[in-house]
């Protein structure tokens, strides 16, 4: 399939554009619709009637990808932060999907970037480990390994010097401290970096979030073993990934369900309870 919409929901406004897959390019120009006030999912799910029913012309009745501000497990909302709180707890993807009259992939915002990224942008290419920072407000990650996504990596949130790193760390707080980029580099992001190359020995770094588009005021401070490069899909990564792994998923059915995973796990349960009953047992003949 080549045009597959994909949809970036925000706090104050949700986007949403056909993608060429081929390509990686929007097929027709971005539709935004403000997010509403109250964020219900059945709200949400309103407008998002209205960008695939304007789109439907290009897309037919494939299936949406859809950004969404939060972790998405198997496409269960384990918590929300910046919509309204219905969404915690729900299963998006099947709420979603039966809303829209047709399939849907929920993958965290900064997921989704990476996605793009990797696929089409910057990290296009790249093989092995590829981790995706945003430095906006906080500090999203994304990490992939030779194109395939580990989801909902909180990597924004490890500890640093006892503080989130985000804290330090993220573009906002610069603002609000009136760091310079040098100092803002060389005291915060050092240490940033340093660490998830200790964690994870990357090989590529992708800056996203608005103040990317500075990278050359403080990239040149920054002492790193690991290569480090600017965005370069910008507010466009979040559709554009999104539209990707929906497409992925549809070619992939037969990939880990939460279903599948609740078995699993439960069959694990019973062995290790029978093992132990076993052991017990053998001591007790003794």
Do not use: C
Not at 37 to 48: D, F, H, I, T
């Amino acid at each position: 399939m080549s045009n597959v919409l994909g949809i970036d929901i925000g706090g104050s406004g949700i986007k949403g554009a056909p993608v060429d897959l081929e390509v990686g390019e929007f097929a027709e120009p971005r539709l935004r619709i403000p997010t509403p006030s109250k964020s219900s999912p059945k709200k949400v799910a309103e407008v998002l009637r209205k960008i695939v029913k304007s789109f439907e012309p290009t897309i037919g009745d494939g299936p949406v990808g859809i950004s969404f501000p939060a972790p998405s497990r198997h496409g269960v909302i384990p918590f929300i932060a910046n919509l309204d709180q219905g969404w915690a707890g729900l299963n998006a993807e099947e709420y979603l999907s039966e809303a829209l009259d047709r399939p849907v992939t929920v993958v965290n915002d900064a997921d989704a970037a990476g996605l793009g990224e990797v696929h089409y942008g910057a990290a296009k290419g790249v093989p092995g480990v590829v981790i995706l920072t945003t430095l906006g407000t906080g500090i999203g990650t994304a990490i992939l390994n030779d194109g395939i996504l580990l989801p909902n990596t909180e990597l924004g949130h490890v500890e640093i010097d006892g503080y989130d790193a985000e804290k330090r760390a993220a573009a906002s707080i610069k603002d609000k401290k009136h760091m310079s980029y040098k100092y803002w580099a060389q005291k915060r992001l050092q240490k940033y970096y340093s660490f998830m190359e200790m964690l994870f020995t990357p090989d590529l770094f992708v800056v996203g979030g608005g103040v990317s588009k500075d990278h050359d005021k403080f990239f040149k401070f920054l002492k790193l073993d690991t290569p480090i490069v600017p965005a370069t899909l910008f507010n466009r990564a979040g559709i554009i990934g999104a539209a990707f792994q929906a497409d992925w998923r549809m070619s992939h059915p037969d990939t880990v369900t939460r279903e599948k995973t609740k078995k699993a796990a439960k069959k694990a349960i019973a062995e290790a309870e029978k093992a132990e009953e076993k052991k017990d047992k053998e001591k007790s003949d003794k």
